[in-house]
């Protein structure tokens, strides 16, 4: 009976240790076909790609699943990307990715999951205007908007115009997560939403009132953001209006993606 227990004791760690888990991690910035050195924001970003690659394979499991939160590839086109898509689909995992400022290759969903079925990529799905459910979180999200960004500004980018939009996408994606939540709360189960966008909703002073009111009507508690980077002196969270961003852009992160815990205690406002 006592190696019985030890056994069962055993299977449960186990079990626990390879429960499916959430990570994130934002700005990937992949160049295998389109060369764009990122070594100009410093010396951490030699060989990014490869530290990617092995803090990726050194904790994620082909069960998990992890959140690319906007500027995946520098590629131009679909085509230009598929080098970087390989990549991101040999790696263990599924992904869930949303857009950046600098994915220029992304189109309409349709073209995009078009694509990656075209390719046999198994691995991944696209996150616009709609939310994914995952083993303990639903997710939501979208672009965002910066409307300090100084490439943005010297485009002359009609701030106003955009930022509505980004609202509206947001909204949708939301609702979309509302839906899934309350489906899985009628079968039992707790499921947060998550938000994830691709540029801050605050930072350093910096503050998108319109994204920001959306997550809060939203009842969003948790958001995560990527696009800053060199500023490794930022705080990891910042909390505003009761909800905690987190910056998870790659550098950030010393390439090594994070672990999402499950919140017990969900607050739903």
């Known amino acids: 009976m006592l190696f019985s227990g030890r056994q069962n004791f055993r299977k449960t760690i186990f079990l626990r240790r390879h429960k499916p888990l959430l990570y994130t991690i934002g700005d990937l910035h992949l160049s295998r076909t389109v060369k764009k050195p990122m070594d100009i ?4 970003w030699n060989g990014h790609d490869e530290k990617i690659e092995e803090n990726w394979r050194k904790k994620i499991t082909t069960e998990d699943t992890v959140v690319i939160p906007g500027d995946i590839s520098w590629a131009m086109t679909l085509d230009e990307a598929r080098a970087d898509f390989d990549f991101i689909e040999s790696l263990p995992g599924k992904k869930i990715m949303l857009k950046g400022n600098h994915d220029y290759y992304w189109q309409t969903k349709k073209k995009l999951c078009d694509f990656i079925s075209a390719c046999g990529y198994e691995t991944m799905t696209f996150l616009q205007n709609d939310a994914v459910e995952t083993e303990d979180f639903i997710i939501c999200g979208s672009r965002g908007w910066y409307n300090d960004d100084k490439e943005n ?4 980018a009609d701030n106003k115009k955009i930022i509505a939009r980004e609202v509206v996408r947001l909204k949708m994606s939301i609702d979309a997560a509302k839906k899934l939540r309350d489906a899985a709360a009628e079968r ?14 605050i930072f350093k002073g910096y503050m998108c009132d319109e994204i920001i009111m959306e997550l809060y009507r939203g009842g969003i508690e948790r958001c995560y953001y990527g696009h800053i980077h060199g500023n490794y002196e930022a705080p990891a969270k910042i ?3 009761d909800i ?8 950030y992160l010393l390439f090594d993606p994070l672990a999402i815990q499950k919140n017990v205690d969900i607050a739903r406002r």
């Open 239 to 241: 909390s505003y209006a």
């Open 188 to 201: 039992g189960e707790n499921k947060e939403i998550l938000a994830f966008l691709h540029f801050p909703a």
């Open 153 to 156: 500004l010297a485009r002359g």
């Open 41 to 44: 924001f410093g010396a951490r």
């Open 244 to 251: 905690d961003f987190y910056l998870v852009s790659a550098d």
